[in-house]
């Protein structure tokens, strides 16, 4: 590979890096799940609130944290999660009641915002031609952090040994982090040299081109408040707030969807009054389409991950551990998946490549939801690998798509994008409570071919002025893969 472009595949090994100690704090709590029951006395209801916690903010952070990094770049942005969100990673392996463990994973939460950070840094420092594979490598590898975190902090916590072994290795991820935001802030550069990062005119929201394309981004808006309001009532029907906390939550959730409509509004009227001049006009319909093709495949990954290792002891009468190694290869799978999907996007086009693997998941879940306790065992690993690869690979093509449809809003369309996903588990999660796995496996798939009938309205992004931007002198000599 050429070496004249400085850095962009050191670049990408940081920003990688910075996503899978991301997914490590994220997934820090998993594996002590059992000795946190223990220990604290956890009741059943109690734990699904850990739970519930770890993921809620995540979904209004990946939208925040998109504007932020439009308006002030990857490096300080990525740097600046890292930096502090290791403060709440020590207050929960400091905590000593149920409370101050619930406090610090609803801040924990904001961390898995960490990944749409990485998306616009990419997008930087790579042509189309070969970004959809940096993407993919980036999103699978570093995603392969939770996987990390169950392998690895279990053994840490018996090596320093003791009951308080579990906040050792807790407290440790909260070091690592801490460290590395002061690393990545000091080494990572937000651009190539000679490029200029591009940022919207307006910060607050995203920018469109067309009155349909604000109402469009109205409507968009209304599941991320949604779902906070669901999951305020999983607490309340928990009993971990009182009804009156539940309806303050309530006003205080629609008076912040008021404001941001408001804020949309504010930040689009004038273009939009003038008018948009054509070559800087998009189609926010790209960015819907995008939104519900993550919804159905990290999504329905973070929702299947969450049951698998249940469904195959259940079926199979298998023990804990042997379940759990059976499933865990859905989330391996990640690691030559996503990449895969990128590459493949980048070679025959985003579009044919995303319509192509969302069919392949939707036949996929299918297939699983014929598995029964009369299979070969074999059979049924094999299946859920092959859906593994469709569901994975089309999150990178996904995100192949997401850096081509305009550049100086990339990381909101990416926060948007990776909020749908989380907004796709939490559904995916409440069905599973209350139909049989094979019912559950069909419904993602029927959500699948509605996904694919929609993206015959997708575009293939128009990468003309990322083609003559790599024409110029200044980005000739880009490193490729």
């Known amino acids: 590979m050429n070496s004249g472009y400085q850095g962009n595949i050191r670049t990408l090994g940081f920003t990688t890096l910075a996503f899978f100690i991301t997914f490590v704090v994220w997934f820090n709590m998993a594996?002590?799940?059992?000795?946190?029951?223990?220990?604290?006395?956890?009741?059943?209801?109690?734990?699904?609130?850990?739970?519930?916690?770890?993921?809620?903010?995540?979904?209004?952070?990946?939208?925040?944290?998109?504007?932020?990094?439009?308006?002030?770049?990857?490096?300080?942005?990525?740097?600046?999660?890292?930096?502090?969100?290791?403060?709440?990673?020590?207050?929960?392996?400091?905590?000593?009641?149920?409370?101050?463990?619930?406090?610090?994973?609803?801040?924990?939460a904001l961390i898995g915002a960490g990944f749409v950070i990485g998306i616009r840094l990419v997008s930087e420092w790579f042509t189309e031609k070969n970004v959809g594979f940096a993407e993919g490598v980036y999103g699978g590898w570093g995603n392969f952090g939770s996987a990390a975190a169950a392998m690895t902090l279990p053994t840490l916590a018996i090596l320093f040994g003791g009951e308080d072994g579990w906040r050792y290795a807790v407290g440790l991820t909260g070091i690592i982090s801490l460290i590395y935001g002061i690393i990545f802030l000091r080494l990572v550069k937000d651009t190539p040299e000679g490029v200029t990062y591009k940022k919207p005119k307006k910060s607050g929201a995203l920018e469109v081109t067309s009155y349909r394309d604000l109402i469009g981004l109205m409507l968009m808006s209304i599941p991320v408040f949604g779902i906070l309001i669901f999951q305020s009532f999983r607490l309340w029907n928990l009993n971990f707030i009182s009804f009156y906390v539940f309806v303050i939550i309530l006003v205080m959730l629609i008076a912040l969807f008021l404001y941001n409509l408001q804020k949309i509004w504010n930040v689009n009227k004038d273009h939009l009054r003038k008018g948009v001049p054509e070559k800087e006009k998009y189609s926010f319909k790209q960015v819907a389409i995008l939104n519900f093709a993550y919804f159905c495949t990290f999504g329905s990954e973070l929702a299947v991950v969450s049951m698998l290792p249940q469904f195959f002891e259940e079926t199979f009468s298998l023990g804990v551990a042997q379940a759990g190694l059976i499933a865990s290869s859905f989330a391996f799978m990640n690691l030559m998946s996503r990449p895969s999907g990128g590459l493949l996007s980048d070679k025959f086009g985003r579009k044919k490549t995303l319509m192509i693997f969302t069919a392949g998941l939707a036949f996929g879940y299918i297939g699983m939801a014929l598995i029964g306790s009369s299979w070969p065992i074999w059979l049924a690993v094999i299946i859920t690998m092959c859906c593994s690869f469709f569901v994975q690979a089309g999150e990178g093509a996904v995100y192949a798509m997401v850096p081509m449809i305009k550049k100086p809003v990339t990381g909101q369309i990416s926060g948007m994008v990776g909020a749908y996903g989380n907004i796709g588990s939490v559904i995916f999660l409440t069905i599973f409570t209350m139909v049989s796995p094979s019912v559950f496996f069909i419904l993602i798939g029927l959500s699948a071919v509605v996904c694919f009938l929609c993206m015959f309205f997708l575009e293939e992004p128009d990468t003309e002025e990322v083609t003559e931007k790599a024409k110029k002198p200044k980005t000739e000599n880009v490193v490729s893969f």
């Open 31 to 108: 594996p002590f799940m059992t000795t946190l029951k223990s220990q604290f006395g956890l009741s059943n209801d109690e734990v699904a609130l850990l739970a519930v916690a770890n993921v809620t903010l995540t979904i209004p952070a990946r939208v925040l944290i998109g504007m932020l990094v439009d308006r002030f770049g990857p490096r300080r942005v990525y740097s600046g999660l890292l930096i502090i969100l290791s403060i709440p990673c020590f207050t929960f392996a400091l905590s000593n009641s149920f409370t101050q463990l619930m406090i610090s994973r609803i801040f924990l």
